[in-house]
Every structure is written in structure tokens, then in C-alpha cells.
């Protein structure tokens, strides 16, 4: 997962891992993008995932952050739902907001700053598609509001990859039920594709740019170009 945000050099951009493993709770910072050498700083974030990973109402079964959003002064990360029950919890498909002063701070000096604590927890209930649950893999801001993508995926844990059936983009509504449209491909069948990236296009107001992984270290992932009709906003 990743966002922009202000840098001391320019747009500074982070990343998160998923913290699905102890591997994957490090973040990295890349300050100077635009230079031709831009400095890259990789964080041992352990404490973050902690955190995170003990507010069981975002976390469920088994924590698995697939999404980062930069919202003014919060940064919201979005759990994918995938795997199985575990521990007396189930996934779940939810979203917390770190302070991003906080988090950002704590990226600087992680051996002496606390990390900041979740808050403003929300689960979502995402629908399935052909008999599988849609769980969490990005979003964006998008016209004043909140786009997201889903996968349907048959994973035996949050690590694992599974069968896809699918594919959706939807809007997630500051309450109430989300609401969204299958993917489908140019002539309009609807793909089985994972699509695990999702950016607005700046002053685009009917297309999208999406991200497909095969999930195949044979295969490169996809860039591809989503047009929007109907009511997004």
C-alpha cells in the first residue's frame, strides 16, 4: 500500500507493507522522487503493525492492509477480509485512520517515537461475487469521495493466493451500504482479473487506472485504462 504526501524535498512517497508476515511490517520512504538519485529509507515498523494488529475490530483473523489513502491530515488503511477464521475472530473488511503527523513522526524515528493508534474503525460488508466474498485491495480519492477496489478470492489464509472470480470498483459511503460495479472487459463480459491498484487520474472525471496482478512471478502486472459511466461521485 502506498500514498504521496508533502515532503521537505518535494512529494515524499510512502509505503506499507501488509503486514501479513513478519517480513512485511516495514515501510519505506522515498524523499527527492524527481531527482535522479532520490533517497530511499527502509523502516522496521514492527511497533505499527503491533498496534495495529491489536485492534481486533480492524485486524479481524488475520490482518492483511491492502490499501493506504493520504486524506488531508489522516491517512486511512484499508484491511482485506481474506482468509478464515481464526483465534475466535473472523476477516474482516475494514478501515482505521492514523494521524498522519503521528505516523509520520514515528517513520522518522521509529526506536523512540510511538506509533500512532488507530482510530475511527469501520467494517464493511463488500458482497460477493459468484459465491466468493469481495475483500479490500485499494483506493482513492475520486470527485469528493472514496473509490475502492475488491477481489473475490478463495484464500485459505491472508497470505495465501487463491482462485479469482473477479473483480469491482465501488464507493465507500461515510455510512451506510456500498455500492458498486463489476469489472468488465471491453466488450463487456465481466473479468476474472485481480485487480490490486486503483489511481484517479487528475481532472479525469470518467476514467480510472487500475493495477491487475496474476499473482504469477512468470507474469509482469498490468496497467490498464477503466472508463466509468453512471453516477461515481
Keep these: 500500500s502506498c500514498f504521496a504526501v508533502a515532503g521537505p524535498a ?125 475483500g479490500f485491495t485499494d483506493a482513492a480519492a475520486f470527485r469528493g469521495t472514496v473509490l475502492y477496489t475488491a477481489a473475490a478470492e478463495a484464500s485459505s489464509t491472508a497470505s495465501d493466493d487463491g482462485d479469482v472470480t473477479g473483480s469491482v470498483i465501488g464507493v465507500l459511503p461515510d455510512a451506510g451500504t456500498v455500492r458498486y460495479a463489476r469489472l468488465t472487459d471491453a466488450s463487456g463480459n465481466p473479468t476474472r482479473d485481480k485487480v490490486e491498484g486503483l489511481v484517479a487520474v487528475s481532472g479525469c472525471a470518467d476514467r480510472l487506472l487500475v493495477v491487475i496482478d496474476a499473482d504469477d512471478p512468470a507474469r509482469p502486472s498490468e496497467l490498464c485504462e477503466v472508463s466509468l459511466t453512471g453516477d461515481w461521485a
Excluded at 522518522?108 to 461475487?129: N, V
Aim: some cysteine.
Design 10 to 134: 518535494g512529494p515524499r512517497l510512502v509505503a506499507l507493507g501488509s503486514g501479513t508476515k513478519k517480513r512485511r511490517r516495514r515501510a519505506v520512504t522515498v524523499d527527492r522522487i524527481d531527482d535522479a538519485e532520490p533517497r530511499v529509507s527502509v523502516i522496521d515498523a514492527t511497533a505499527l503493525y503491533l498496534a495495529l494488529d491489536a485492534a481486533v475490530a480492524f485486524s479481524g483473523s488475520d490482518m492483511n492492509i491492502e490499501g493506504a489513502l493520504a486524506l488531508g491530515e489522516t491517512v486511512r488503511l484499508f484491511g482485506r477480509g481474506n482468509g478464515t477464521p481464526a483465534g475466535g475472530y473472523d476477516p474482516l473488511n475494514a478501515t482505521c485512520d492514523l494521524r498522519l503527523s503521528d505516523l509520520l513522526s514515528y517513520l522518522a524515528s521509529p526506536d523512540t517515537s510511538r506509533p500512532p493508534d488507530p482510530a475511527s474503525i469501520t467494517q464493511f460488508e463488500l458482497g460477493a461475487l459468484d459465491g466468493r466474498l469481495l
